[in-house]
């Protein structure tokens, strides 16, 4: 049985993670999944935006104890197994693996169409990770966010130290990471944590219609909107103009941008085709 559930509305892709009685736990075969998910949307024109959600009243709880709950192999050992990176690496790359489940991370951040997560539920540990790896998150009012990883002696991974100071400032994220405290929908909305609050029953059609918004735009510029973006907060600012630059060349040469520009001198709704 699968564990991410694909749904397809229009040009958007929904992407359910579906271990509802483990709340959605982050097992190797979820992520592979996940990871094969967005290859095939990257690949398929038709996806525009992605949705990520969580099955039950999760949203993901992060790593399964039970994968944790090993002998002695070690963690690097351990992932790569749980992972399917046994076969994959050479000896000397298991030996000394500085990135471990931070290529599932680069995969997913590195993905170039828009990626918003609805969160249904808890979102804690390395689910609170994964949410924070979308471009925008919104939330049912039962949300509840917690980095956890301090709780059971671990620290943060999945790129959550680069991304949530990021999002929240320094502070508040060395309060959220140092405590592993719970913060409701509510809080995680003042700390610009999460774009909105939903209720909980218009989560999932209020995110959609959300995420077909964003297709409705021309979609080769949203993704040269989302590269720009990604290099935004550790470029400098002549570094970012010699980015951005490019980006215009090649989407002023495209059939969307005559037609966006044809559209607003008619006043009429653009059509765009993304090519």
Do not use: C
């Amino acid at each position: 049985m699968s564990e991410v559930v694909l749904d397809r509305h229009g040009a958007v892709l929904v992407l359910r993670l579906s271990r509802p009685q483990q709340r959605n736990g982050l097992t190797g075969t979820l992520l592979a999944e996940y990871l094969a998910a967005l290859e095939e949307a990257r690949r398929d024109d038709a996806v525009r935006v992605v949705v990520t959600t969580g099955e039950g009243d999760a949203f993901s709880a992060g790593a399964d104890v039970d994968d944790l709950d090993s002998d002695s192999k070690g963690l690097n050992a351990l992932m790569h197994e749980k992972l399917g990176l046994t076969d994959t690496l050479s000896t000397a790359d298991r030996a000394f693996d500085r990135l471990g489940i931070g290529r599932e991370t680069l995969a997913i951040k590195s993905f170039d169409k828009p990626m918003i997560a609805a969160v249904n539920g808890a979102a804690a540990g390395g689910g609170f990770a994964l949410a924070m790896l979308h471009d925008i998150r919104l939330a049912s009012e039962r949300a509840t966010f917690t980095t956890a990883f301090v709780r059971i002696g671990l620290v943060a991974e999945m790129g959550l130290s680069y991304t949530l100071p990021r999002a929240i400032g320094l502070e508040a994220a060395a309060d959220l990471m140092y405590t592993g405290r719970l913060v409701d929908a509510k809080e995680a909305l003042a700390l610009r944590m999460i774009r909105r609050v939903l209720p909980h029953d218009r989560l999932m059609d209020e995110t959609v219609a959300y995420a077909e918004q964003i297709a409705a735009q021309a979609p080769i510029a949203v993704q040269f909107a989302k590269r720009t973006l990604a290099r935004s907060l550790d470029n400098s600012l002549h570094a970012q103009l010699e980015l951005e630059w490019p980006y215009q060349v090649a989407a002023f040469d495209t059939d969307d941008a005559k037609e966006g520009i044809a559209a607003f001198r008619e006043r009429r709704p653009p059509r765009f085709r993304g090519r």
